[in-house]
């Protein structure tokens, strides 16, 4: 019996209606479908976003993808999901559903590495989805670029003093998983001129959604992990 296929899947920001009509047929065919698992072992935000438009029949199973940044437990982490896909491939298709796009930022491209790793014969379809930065930039009616313009996607600060030189390359940025770091972020962008220009947008497409363009409001709060600043090219002063 042949392999069957692997269909990975971005899901989207977190509205449902967002949902391409293409990962939505696919969602209808497949039996089996993987999803990372929540935090605590709860129901993963992948899974809420679909979990109406599946069939009742599909089986769901939830890959335990730590967020670490222990590279051993991730390894250990991809080879097992990996390893619990291939054994349902030996049946029949199946698909791996994460938010956003599939392939931007995603632990969908570790584990089909792991998957290659086992079977380089393994068919794997992979179908975009709408990343939170688009839908953000929707959202608070910003256009990401314009023209000729360049726009940096920076994954997380680890260091924001690297934000400083972005600043000064880039007219447009997209700050993603800024929560932890937003103080530090909050006062490089008002030294460097930047903060009437800056958005923040957190939870963009599900329940407790946040469009602020005034961030000396969100100074001393505590923010959401699904947060992203959408910073553009110098602005008036905040009044």
């Known amino acids: 019996m ?13 509205d449902p209606e967002l949902l391409t009509r293409k990962a939505y047929r696919i969602l209808q065919d497949v039996k089996v479908i993987f999803t990372p698992q929540g935090k605590g072992g709860r ?5 809420s976003i679909i979990k109406e438009l599946i069939p009742p029949s599909s089986q769901v199973i939830s890959l335990h993808l730590p967020m670490t940044q222990n590279k051993e437990l991730l390894e250990k982490s991809w080879q097992e999901g990996a390893a619990q896909i291939y054994e349902v491939l030996q049946e029949q298709n199946c698909a791996f559903v994460t938010i956003g796009d599939c392939l931007l930022y995603s632990t969908y491209s570790y ?3 792991a998957l290659r790793s086992i079977d380089k014969t393994v068919q ?16 608070a009616n910003v256009a990401l670029a314009e023209g ?15 934000l400083r030189s972005y600043l000064k390359s880039f007219p447009n940025l997209v700050l993603m998983k800024g929560a932890s770091s937003f ?3 909050y ?17 963009c497409g599900l329940s407790g959604e946040v469009i602020q363009k005034d961030l000396r409001l969100l100074q001393g709060q505590e923010l959401d992990y699904l947060s992203l600043l959408l910073v553009k090219k110098g602005g008036l002063p905040v009044d």
């Open 2 to 14: 042949p392999l069957g296929q692997l269909y990975g899947i971005g899901v989207g920001p977190g």
């Open 148 to 162: 000729t313009e360049p726009l940096l996607i920076v994954p997380a600060l680890g260091e924001t003093e690297k």
């Open 111 to 113: 584990l089909i590495a």
């Open 124 to 139: 794997i379809e992979s179908i975009p989805g709408i990343t939170s930065f688009a839908a953000a930039a929707s959202a």
């Open 183 to 185: 103080e530090q972020i």
């Open 187 to 203: 006062k490089i962008l008002e030294e460097e001129g930047r903060l009437s220009s800056s958005y923040y947008i957190s939870r």
């Open 43 to 47: 129901e993963g935000i992948a899974l």
